[in-house]
């Protein structure tokens, strides 16, 4: 089983603090994301990266960041962090590159900036 | 520009039978993606459809129209544990996955 792991399930941040999001995958997967739910909206995507070192902006990468150091591990980077911040965030994992293949998802962070 | 759309929310009776729509507008198609989110919960795959007509998995049925744009998840024989958010999405020229704001579905008893 593909396991994605993220590293807070909740997090309570202060506005101006630089917050750091790390997400796991196990499987060797190229493809990783990162998303932001909000109530009544889709999933957003805010950046991926097709490979190690490589990283693409999404629809909403402002006031984000991300790292990919290792296959394994994707990190998202908020610099500065505000209240519109707020939110869940998701990462997920692919393992094709074109291809059609499921992503797979991290339980989750819920991010709370006050 | 591209856009997913399903109802908020459903309401449905435990042991009944529920369809879930999603029309799509996209720049490109390269299939269509169920995930089911339970609350506070990560999405997890249900289906994925790329050719015209029905899948049948089980319990859950999704069936696709490329030429309307649109999609269907069906539930059948629902249990209490099928209250959940079903989530819609499609795979663009880009494969880049557009997702609708999923559809909130409530069981009672």
């Known amino acids: 089983d593909v396991k994605v792991t993220q590293s807070s399930r909740y997090l309570v941040k202060r506005t101006g603090e630089k917050v750091f999001l790390e997400c796991v995958q196990d499987m060797d997967h190229e493809n990783m994301f990162w998303y932001r739910q909000d109530p009544g909206l889709g999933l957003r995507l805010i950046y991926f990266?097709?490979?190690?070192?490589?990283?693409e902006k999404g629809d909403i990468p402002e006031g984000y960041s991300v790292s990919r150091e290792k296959k394994e591990r994707f990190s998202l980077i908020l610099e500065s962090a505000s209240t519109n911040q707020t939110s869940m965030y998701l990462c997920?994992?692919?393992?094709?590159?074109?291809?059609?293949?499921?992503?797979?998802f991290g339980p989750g962070t819920r991010l709370t900036v006050l | 520009g591209q856009n997913i759309d399903q109802p908020t929310e459903m309401t449905a009776t435990e042991g009944a039978i529920v369809q879930i729509n999603c029309t799509y507008q996209?720049?490109?198609?390269?299939?269509l993606f169920w995930y089911q989110q339970h609350a506070g919960e990560a999405p997890t795959f249900l289906s994925y459809n790329v050719l015209d007509g029905l899948e049948e998995k089980g319990r859950f049925s999704s069936f696709l129209s490329r030429s309307k744009g649109y999609s269907y998840l069906l539930l059948k024989e629902l249990q209490m544990k099928d209250s959940a958010s079903y989530l819609c999405a499609v795979m663009d020229s880009n494969y880049q996955l557009i997702w609708g704001a999923g559809t909130k579905l409530i069981i009672k008893p």
């Open positions: 997920a994992s692919r393992l094709a590159g074109e291809g059609t293949d499921t992503q797979y």
């Open positions: 990266s097709y490979d190690v070192k490589m990283k």
């Open positions: 996209t720049s490109g198609f390269n299939g």
